[in-house]
């Protein structure tokens, strides 16, 4: 399994909140290492959405945003709309594997 | 703008070799590190090595150690992967993505290419 954790799944109706939660551990968002998320739209590449916890780059909607607060982190997405079902991904840095780590992938559904 | 474009992806036997590629422009090459980053059919995203800027630190995943080599020339704007003995295992879509450093988030990522190790 993958060293960071989100759920497989989640899903709201448009116009509502979800968010998807990222577990690590001391290794890697616990020790301070910085979380960033990733919308994959089906048939495409990774796009960054979100850097360094909750900074997000140029043309990415202030409905994304994040957070973290310990070996857990979160993003949030309001006003959904139909655009945003994707899989989203979390990736920091372990210095116990010395390497990048990626959370297994959330797939959000709108209903 | 930034663009990434990879190749060499094809059909390989298993315990057979192949070289991956990524062109890079847009964007000053020799000042930034690249990822290599794959995903499995139907999978999730598994990083697979790295490399800086100038190609000076290179990490691998432990899937990977001690098969795949990442290296650059940074006078051809351009990254490689030498992936040798192959196993079906390996069969992903490789992307490559650059980032500042190892730490820091992968903020362009190409289209990928497609590597499928099969007999």
């Known amino acids: 399994q993958s060293v960071l954790t989100q759920p497989p799944s989640v899903s709201g109706a448009p116009g509502q909140r979800v968010t998807i939660s990222c577990t690590g551990s001391?290794?890697?968002?616990?020790?301070?290492?910085?979380v960033h998320w990733y919308q994959q739209l089906p048939g495409t590449a990774p796009k960054l959405l979100i850097y360094i916890n909750n900074k997000r780059p140029s043309g990415v909607p202030d409905r994304f945003s994040g957070s973290k607060s310990g070996a857990s982190a979160s993003l949030a997405i309001t006003g959904l709309q139909a655009e945003d079902e994707a899989d989203y991904y979390c990736q920091s840095y372990d210095a116990r594997l010395r390497g990048v780590v990626f959370g297994g992938g959330t797939k959000l559904t709108v209903l | 703008q930034v663009q990434l474009v990879e190749s060499g992806g094809g059909v390989v036997q298993p315990g057979r070799s192949l070289r991956l590629s990524c062109a890079a422009s847009?964007?000053?090459?020799?000042?930034?590190?690249i990822h290599w980053v794959r995903q499995a059919p139907g999978k999730g995203l598994e990083w697979v090595a790295f490399?800086?800027?100038?190609?000076?630190?290179?990490w691998y995943a432990d899937s990977v150690k001690g098969r795949f080599t990442v290296s650059r020339d940074n006078s051809k704007n351009t990254l490689y992967l030498q992936m040798n003995s192959l196993t079906v295992e390996d069969t992903a879509l490789y992307y490559c993505?650059?980032?500042?450093?190892?730490?820091?988030?992968?903020?362009?990522w190409g289209q990928g290419t497609l590597v499928t190790v099969s007999s």
């Open positions: 993505a650059k980032s500042a450093t190892v730490t820091t988030s992968l903020d362009s």
């Open positions: 847009g964007f000053t090459f020799s000042s930034y590190a």
């Open positions: 001391s290794s890697n968002l616990g020790a301070a290492y910085d």
């Open positions: 490399t800086s800027y100038d190609g000076g630190d290179k």
